[in-house]
């Protein structure tokens, strides 16, 4: 087998007369993880179901571990461990017997499952309520059972809808280092639209919207993109006004755009954005220097994934809700 | 072991971890008896026809009451593309529900077997009559518990299942009391599809190959419509 363990070709999804997922090309490596990423509705789900055998594809192909989803879907759900969204349990099962059951559905050998089940157990943080009824769980346990159960037969390939929603942040930190772990070895998909979960977790992203794929990369090539970078600025007045320090900043060579931040005392703070990838930090210095501010803090943050999808997902990256007012450069 | 038969143990634990199962066999076991020795106090007469000939009713009635979440919960709880995605055919999820419901059916029957030993201690069993009747049941069962299957698969509901369920069960028990009121010539075809009929000819004793092919028939196209239903989903 080669090491392209997901092949996906213009797969296409239609609901009626809605078209979920729309031409959708991709392929995953062995031991990459695939953050799947997109606002909700944006086909995510469905790309899923259709990897999974859950949902038949309208049109194009996939192929999971070599095996195409529609005609060997039985191999490839062999192959696949997969924690759907809102992880749907029995819930008149206790867990240890979930689990049990799911071991005997995927025919894993009765006399080693149950040392299995308890291993995978332990690793998702089970040990406490093997005994309860999945009904009786809060969604934080339901997820970790659901987890341990995609886990189970060690698949090389794990896809997992959201599988940190209503963990509380220890879980989240938890979950997220076990996928890693599991990462270096498997291949595993997930979907969230929780963006810091994407950089602490994935190596690469795939970000789509309204069921197209409209980006791919790895989390530096996605930031580099978006050009420049943010700088957070403030500076004690001394008695400018916060507009004229504004327009000082905004005109400096290489700054798109400049906006007021809430300040503080006596204080005002700034968000600048720069035009190319120049370096913005020498120049707020010397402007600070020569107009006698007083320079408090001085920030560069990279262009972060927010960013990226904000521009992607809605195509509005202006959106900045905390600025109070701002100006564009380059109109003179 | 096969998935199917992993299907209908977790199923049948089901059953029995809820009152479903209770209910039904209490409430099953009441009404025949209720009928089985009312015909041995007041008419004197040790036989177990009266309890035979109340099945094809009882059964529109009880067995959509085991099926009818079979499906449907799955359905409407979403658990549905948890099994479907484990590596199972759905003909197996199927048949491993239909074979859950049997199993709680006959144990259901099972406890009714004190009938025949009462009459048995009271006088001679008719032997030929109770082992067919008994056999019959089980094939007529298994074809309300087929529709049922059938009917779960269409819905998320388990009331709208149950209704269909009861529906398409009553409808195959009507033809067997239309057949006077039509022309000549439909007589035997419409007859051939009642649901009750051949379960009279098996209680006789006599074990025609028409009768088994009727059952099995029933079952077999009713668990593949319940599949094919299954597998629409992909298609949504």
């Known amino acids: ?332 | 072991m096969s998935p199917a038969l992993v299907i209908s143990r977790r199923e049948i634990r089901t059953y029995f971890n809820s009152p479903v199962a209770y209910i039904v066999v209490t409430v099953f076991t009441i009404l025949t008896g209720y009928l089985f020795f009312t015909q041995l106090f007041v008419e004197k007469q040790a036989d177990m026809r009266a309890f035979f000939n109340i099945m094809p009713l009882l059964f529109m009635f009880m067995v959509p009451a085991i099926t009818m979440r079979l499906l449907a919960d799955e359905q409407s709880s979403g658990t549905l593309e948890l099994l479907i995605t484990l590596p199972v055919r759905d003909w197996e999820v199927v048949v491993g529900k239909f074979l859950a419901a049997m199993a709680l059916l006959c144990t259901a029957l099972g406890l009714t077997v004190i009938f025949a030993i009462t009459v048995r201690s009271l006088g001679p069993l008719d032997r030929g009559p109770a082992i067919g009747g008994y056999l019959g049941l089980v094939l007529m069962g298994g074809a309300y518990v087929a529709i049922g299957v059938m009917a779960s698969s269409f819905t998320r509901n388990s009331i709208v299942s149950f209704i269909v369920a009861f529906a398409i069960s009553f409808g195959l028990y009507l033809f067997g009391r239309l057949t006077q009121f039509l022309p000549q010539a439909w007589q035997s075809l419409v007859a051939f599809l009642s649901i009750d009929g051949h379960f009279e000819n098996i209680g006789r004793g006599v074990i025609d190959t028409r009768d088994l092919v009727y059952y099995f028939s029933v079952i077999g196209v009713s668990l593949l419509v319940a599949t094919l239903s299954l597998e629409s989903r992909r298609w949504r």
Not at chain 1, 75 to 90: A, C, F, K, S
Not at chain 1, 215 to 220: I, K, L, Q, R
Not at chain 1, 270 to 277: I, K
């Open chain 1, 1 to 332: 087998m080669s090491d392209v363990m997901i092949e996906v070709d213009g797969l296409t999804k239609d609901y009626g007369a809605t078209r979920a997922v729309d031409q959708v090309s991709f392929a995953v490596k062995k031991g990459e993880v695939l953050g799947f990423l997109g606002p909700n509705g944006a086909g995510k789900s469905t790309t899923m179901k259709m990897l999974t055998c859950f949902l038949s594809p309208t049109a194009g192909r996939a192929q999971v571990a070599g095996y195409d989803v529609f005609d060997q879907s039985l191999e490839v759900r062999r192959h696949i461990g997969y924690l759907p969204e809102d992880t749907p349990i029995y819930r008149d099962m206790t867990v240890l017997e979930f689990l049990s059951f799911a071991a005997d559905m995927r025919g894993m050998d009765s006399a080693t499952s149950p040392g299995r089940i308890k291993e995978i157990g332990v690793r998702c943080g089970l040990g406490d309520v093997a005994g309860k009824l999945v009904g009786e769980l809060s969604k934080g346990y339901r997820q970790r059972v659901g987890l341990a159960q995609a886990m189970l037969h060690d698949p090389d390939i794990l896809i997992l809808d959201e599988p940190t929603s209503g963990l509380d942040p220890n879980q989240i930190v938890e979950i997220r280092s076990l996928i890693k772990e599991i990462g270096r070895e498997k291949t595993v998909i997930l979907s969230t639209h929780i963006l810091p979960e994407v950089q602490a977790t994935c190596s690469r992203i795939l970000i789509i919207s309204g069921g197209k794929l409209v980006a791919d990369g790895t989390p530096d090539t996605l930031r580099a993109r978006e050009k420049g970078g943010r700088y957070r600025v403030v500076v004690e007045s001394n008695g400018v006004a916060k507009e004229a320090i504004r327009d000082r900043l905004a005109a400096l060579a290489g700054v798109a755009r400049c906006e007021i931040l809430a300040g503080e005392d006596g204080a005002y703070a700034f968000a600048l954005d720069a035009a190319a990838s120049s370096d913005l930090r020498k120049p707020i210095f010397r402007a600070a220097v020569d107009n006698r501010w007083t320079l408090l803090e001085l920030l560069r943050e990279s262009a972060s994934l927010e960013d990226v999808f904000r521009n992607l997902t809605t195509g509005d990256p202006l959106a900045a809700p905390t600025a109070e007012s701002s100006i564009e450069k380059g109109k003179s």
